[in-house]
């Protein structure tokens, strides 16, 4: 769509600012309760989950595991033998996750489901006003009835001062999930989500891959085993994972056949020659050019909200925002429960009725320091949702964590002949409810939801023992965790 060049005022119940997950799902409920929606997006509809995050990259990491899985059983492994995978296809199923980055099925169902769509970069320009500009230069005028949801997402974030980065052309995210080829040596740095993930899959397609780490371990901010066993599986892979470096400047220079390489310089001293260097050091929120200047907040920095996503420090309770803008948990599914929670706010407002933002009520994302559930796609798996031992301890809490070797469990033998993984419990004494699980091992992203509705349903321990896992299944490690409790 083309802008005209005009400032009239155009006037909307609801204007939604950002059109991946999050801003679809606040645009769907305002639109179903009958309120007129517009919503806002400068680059393709279905947001960076959909092209360049959540979808391209499991596709690329679903192949990684089946591969595994039928070589970890008697069998199918003498089937597939020493097969490797096949990286055209990946690639072109990968394409296909996708949607070979056109948004035309995305449009479709805005526009079926009574949703306008300007293309543009909005940013706010007063109470409940939005201007878009558009790639020829146009810009038109939008105004609120009742709300302007903000939804705008994160953005990968490069560390700054280290001398030849941004000449050494770093891929985030985006390159790493949507290359047309596999590079023959590829760096990466982060011991985070994105950089395992992207080790699994970049390394299973053929690369020769170098983890760079700067802590002692990988994702930090889960039960340390979680880490240790991804390494694990990592290095068994042919990973070569390195604990504690430093990249203290990076080269581009040309190589053989007119293309380039990248030289890291570590903190030791010794050089490294790569063809792609991948950063994954972090995510910032996307507020920098939304405006938020012109409603009296910060521009650039993430979004304090109350629990029904309503923006603290601006008046009139008119402006939200859903999604990683807040940084409540940078988690698609997260961003739309807040979605749908901040659909609900605006309808409840837009119709004169009293927001419900007690705990679990209609208008408040409480799931959201409850439990928010996570899966890291590696080889093996992590799933985990509430807290770790460590984070319940420095809350305060009186807990017991039981852990349980999930290959000790019969279910776990139907995946894998030699099945290696672990579960941890982490009790609160007190209130006998679970308040955090984790899991790692072939399959347990499966387990996930099941230890969220136990956490964040805060399900009685006593409760919990009367749910009888099936046999044999890997969910008969439940009964473990609570025998372990029960003592």
Request: one cysteine or more.
């Amino acid at each position: 769509m083309t802008s005209p060049q005009s400032t009239a005022p155009e006037e909307y119940d609801v204007i939604v600012v950002g059109a991946g997950p999050t801003g679809e799902n606040v645009a769907d409920r305002t639109a179903a309760a009958g309120l007129r929606t517009v919503i806002v997006e400068s680059e393709l509809v279905g947001g960076e989950c959909s092209y360049w995050a959540c979808m391209p990259s499991k596709a690329l990491l679903r192949p990684v595991a089946a591969l595994a899985d039928a070589r970890a059983v008697a069998g199918s492994r003498e089937a597939v033998g020493g097969g490797t995978l096949d990286p055209a296809a990946v690639l072109a199923r990968r394409d296909s996750f996708a949607s070979h980055w056109q948004d035309d099925g995305q449009v479709r169902w805005l526009r079926d489901t009574g949703i306008d769509l300007v293309r543009g970069h909005g940013r706010l320009a007063g109470e409940r006003q939005v201007t878009v500009e558009a790639e020829d230069g146009g810009e038109r005028l939008l105004v609120a009835r009742h709300a302007v949801a903000i939804c705008t997402g994160s953005r990968p974030v490069l560390p700054q001062g280290v001398p030849g980065l941004a000449d050494a052309r770093p891929w985030t995210n985006r390159e790493a999930t949507g290359s047309p080829a596999v590079p023959g040596r590829l760096a990466v740095v982060g011991g985070g989500v994105v950089g395992v993930e992207m080790a699994t899959a970049w390394r299973a397609l053929g690369s020769e891959v170098v983890l760079l780490v700067r802590g002692g371990g990988l994702l930090p901010r889960m039960e340390p085993f979680a880490g240790e066993l991804v390494a694990d599986g990592l290095r068994a892979a042919g990973v070569d994972v390195r604990f504690g470096t430093e990249v203290a400047s990076l080269e581009r220079q040309p190589a053989q056949g007119g293309s380039f390489e990248v030289t890291l310089v570590l903190g030791d001293g010794e050089r490294l020659t790569v063809d792609e260097v991948l950063y994954a050091t972090g995510r910032a929120p996307r507020t920098a050019d939304v405006g938020l200047e012109q409603v009296g907040l910060h521009p650039g920095g993430w979004l304090d909200v109350d629990d029904s996503c309503t923006v603290l420090g601006v008046d009139g309770g008119w402006l939200y925002a859903a999604g990683d803008v807040n940084h409540r948990a940078l988690l698609t599914h997260q961003g739309k429960y807040q979605a749908r929670i901040t659909g609900a706010a605006i309808v409840a407002r837009a119709q004169g009725r009293p927001l419900d933002t007690t705990r679990w009520g209609a208008h408040a994302a409480s799931a959201d320091s409850a439990g928010a559930p996570q899966v890291v796609f590696t080889h093996p798996e992590v799933a985990a949702v509430g807290l770790t031992l460590d984070a319940a301890e420095r809350a305060g809490l009186r807990v017991k964590a039981i852990d349980q070797d999930l290959g000790a469990v019969a279910g776990a033998s139907l995946y894998g002949d030699d099945y290696t993984g672990r579960a941890r419990a982490v009790f609160d004494l007190d209130r006998e409810v679970l308040v955090g699980v984790t899991f790692v091992g072939p399959g347990v992203s499966e387990l996930v939801h099941s230890a969220t509705v136990a956490v964040v349903g805060e399900v009685p321990i006593d409760r919990l023992w009367h749910a009888v896992p099936a046999y044999p299944t890997i969910s008969e490690v439940w009964l473990r965790l609570l025998e372990g409790c029960r003592g």
